[in-house]
Structure formats: structure tokens, C-alpha cells
């Protein structure tokens, strides 16, 4: 079963506007953390946010927001006002307790976000 | 914010050619990188974690004698791709997190590298 999904293959969203991109996630870890990152077409991934399993409040970061429902399992990102700029892969990742003693990343299969003028 | 290097970004080679790709912390000192391969349009895979020290602890189907890697120091993990072929070409992307590697901290990406083996 996949630990992560990102049920979007591409999204399409008007300049300027808001955009939700959809995560599920899988654990029977109490701790975790999810992540998400921006890939351009240029190949590096960009560290956008961060929400820990323990966190109330829905983390945020400048136009990006994470609207965690953790009785859902879900992680989802909000973009506001979205910039050309904006057009990439995004990663949405979980990282738990691998029992080894480091903490391996899992990624869903990502998001093409289209911006359009 | 935490800076990871990695090198080269691109390598055109003919098969056969044993191919090095560095991946460095250049201000944090690293206890765990992470290799990931990434086909086009795919999602991240990861290969391998390497820890400073020890040995490199590989994901089931990647193989050990093809992918070496060497963490020998917090800031410098190395994968050696030998005797390269075309399935191998791909692209390969290096991560880094310091510190504990707790669940809070993000792993930080190298530039990635992108290989093509002729």
C-alpha cells in the first residue's frame, strides 16, 4: 500500500489564485513529520513546509499554507495567490521512524502545477 | 539555510565507465545522506541511506556492488555508479539532514545529477 498519495497527476490554476494540492498519508507511527517540496523542471527539490504529527496549529510559510487533518490523514497544501513561478512538480513526503535509527523520507508521485497568465 | 553541493550535474559517458557523484554539507555537518534516483516524471526512489561511519543501508532491488557508496566524513557521502549502462541513466539526487535526523527536520537536496550512459 502506498505510504503517500497525491491523487492530482496536474492542476491548472488561474494567476493569482488560490490552489489545493492533495495529500493522503499511511502511518501507525504517533511521530512523524510531513513534508512538501517544489521541483522546477530544473531538477532541484525546494523545501517548502513542514508539519510534525504533534502540531495543533496548521503550519504556514509565507503563500504556503498546510491544512493538516490528522484524523483524515491528510496534508494537504494551499498556494495563495499563485505566480507564474509557481509552475513545478510538487512532492508531497512523509518522514517516520524507520527503525534504524534514521528517518528515511517517503514521496507520494507528485503534482504538475500549471499556472496560467 | 543549510546549503548541500552536489557534483557534477551533468555526465555524458560511454557504458562501461565507472562514474563518482559527490554530495556535500557545506554548513552543517551530516550523520545521514540519503541517495534517491528519480526517473523522468516519476517520483523519487530512494536507493540507499548512508551513514558517516558505516555502512550504506540499501532499499530492497538496488544492488550494492553497482551503487557504491562512501561516507567517510559529516560532510562528503560519494555514490559510485561501475560499469555504468544505458539503464542506468537517470537522475540521481543526493539529500542531507544533521543533527539528530528527527522527524522535524527537513532533509536538505542537492542540485541533483544527471547522467546518461551511452
Known amino acids: 500500500a502506498q505510504k503517500i498519495t497525491q491523487t492530482q497527476p496536474g492542476m491548472f490554476v488561474q494567476e493569482k489564485e488560490a490552489v489545493t494540492l492533495d495529500c493522503t498519508y499511511d502511518?501507525?507511527?504517533?511521530?512523524?513529520?510531513l513534508f512538501w517540496y517544489k521541483q522546477p523542471s530544473s531538477g532541484e527539490m525546494i523545501f517548502l513546509i513542514y508539519?510534525?504529527?504533534?502540531?495543533?496549529q496548521n503550519a504556514t510559510e509565507g503563500r504556503y499554507s498546510l491544512n493538516f487533518q490528522k484524523a483524515r490523514k491528510s496534508a494537504n497544501l494551499v498556494i495563495s495567490a499563485s505566480q507564474l513561478g509557481d509552475s513545478a512538480m510538487y512532492f508531497c513526503?512523509?518522514?517516520?521512524?524507520?527503525?534504524?535509527?534514521?528517518?528515511?523520507?517517503?514521496f507520494g508521485k507528485g503534482t504538475k502545477l500549471s499556472v496560467i497568465p | 539555510g543549510a546549503v548541500v553541493s552536489q557534483h557534477p550535474s551533468w555526465v555524458i559517458c560511454k557504458s562501461g565507465t565507472s562514474v563518482k557523484i559527490e554530495c556535500r554539507s557545506l554548513?552543517?555537518?551530516?550523520?545521514?545522506m540519503f541517495w534517491y534516483r528519480q526517473f523522468p516524471k516519476q517520483s523519487l526512489m530512494l536507493m540507499a541511506t548512508?551513514?558517516?561511519?558505516?555502512?550504506?543501508?540499501?532499499e530492497q532491488g538496488v544492488e550494492k556492488d553497482k551503487f557504491l557508496i562512501n561516507h567517510a566524513s559529516l560532510t562528503l557521502s560519494t555514490l559510485t555508479v561501475t560499469s555504468a549502462h544505458p539503464e542506468d541513466s537517470s537522475f540521481y539526487i543526493c539529500?542531507?539532514?544533521?543533527?539528530?535526523?528527527?522527524?522535524?527536520?527537513?532533509?536538505?537536496f542537492g542540485d541533483g545529477t544527471r547522467l546518461s550512459i551511452l
Open positions: 554548513d552543517f555537518q551530516a550523520t545521514t
Open positions: 539529500s542531507a539532514s544533521g543533527g539528530q535526523g528527527l522527524p522535524n527536520q527537513p532533509q536538505h
Open positions: 548512508s551513514n558517516e561511519g558505516s555502512k550504506a543501508t540499501y
Open positions: 502511518t501507525s507511527d504517533q511521530s512523524y513529520g
Open positions: 513526503a512523509m518522514r517516520e521512524d524507520s527503525g534504524a535509527g534514521s528517518y528515511q523520507l517517503t
Open positions: 508539519q510534525g504529527s504533534y502540531d495543533e
